[in-house]
């Protein structure tokens, strides 16, 4: 149950669901198969993003020489204040939303793909993501748990295309409540995860925070 965790926490802070209204604006005018291609290469972007972190984020790491007690810390902030956002049924990762929605729209308006920016990054996948990948990579001591981490990301990609496939149902269906209180019930579930990575991360940096 333990390596349940890692894909928990990811589909809390991706929730693509709550993406679904970003990505029915960005591709207004659309016509069919540019939205296909659209979820391809956000879906396939954001298994990259995941895929990198896990095989190449404790490198990353040894490169700038920071303790992974430190990124844990850091890493258990942002998805602190991740959670905060998603509790006022806000994306995980985004910006405030007219920022969000006004960077989109300039993008399609000079004929640059949104799928990657700023659906991808860093609406789906951004630094709280990255870091919780990152910090469960350190904990995998096998080539499976390590691969189990790869293969997370292959599911965050199916749900996220899945979830873009069937946007306009998923609106009609859910409506904007139901998408906030979504939102809401998996921020709450990130702030758990998230006060545990802290802890972990604190403890270890400051021993004598263990009580006798």
């Excluded at 905060?84 to 006004?102: S, T």
Aim: charge should be neutral.
């Amino acid at each position: 149950m333990e390596w349940i965790k890692p894909l928990v926490a990811l589909l809390a802070i991706v929730n693509p669901l709550a993406i679904v209204p970003f990505f029915i604006h960005y591709t207004e005018g659309f016509d069919a198969e540019q939205r296909r291609r659209t979820i391809r290469v956000a879906s396939f972007t954001a298994f990259c993003v995941i895929a990198a972190c896990a095989l190449l984020g404790l490198q990353i790491l040894a490169f700038f020489n920071i303790s992974l007690q430190s990124f844990q810390v850091g890493g258990g902030l942002l998805l602190l204040i991740s959670a905060i956002n998603m509790l006022n049924a806000r994306p995980a990762e985004a910006k405030p939303q007219e920022d969000v929605l006004q960077a989109g729209a300039e993008k399609a308006a000079h004929g640059a793909s949104v799928a990657v920016v700023p659906l991808t990054i860093p609406l789906l996948t951004g630094p709280a993501s990255m870091s919780t990948v990152v910090i469960y990579a350190d904990r995998a001591q096998t080539f499976w748990q390590h691969a189990a981490l790869v293969g997370y990301g292959v599911v965050i990609a199916a749900a996220t295309a899945l979830c873009f496939s069937l946007a306009d149902p998923i609106a009609r269906v859910l409506g904007k409540t139901g998408i906030n209180v979504m939102t809401r019930l998996l921020g709450l579930i990130l702030a758990a995860l998230a006060v545990e990575v802290m802890a972990t991360g604190l403890v270890q940096l400051f021993p004598g925070l263990v009580g006798r």
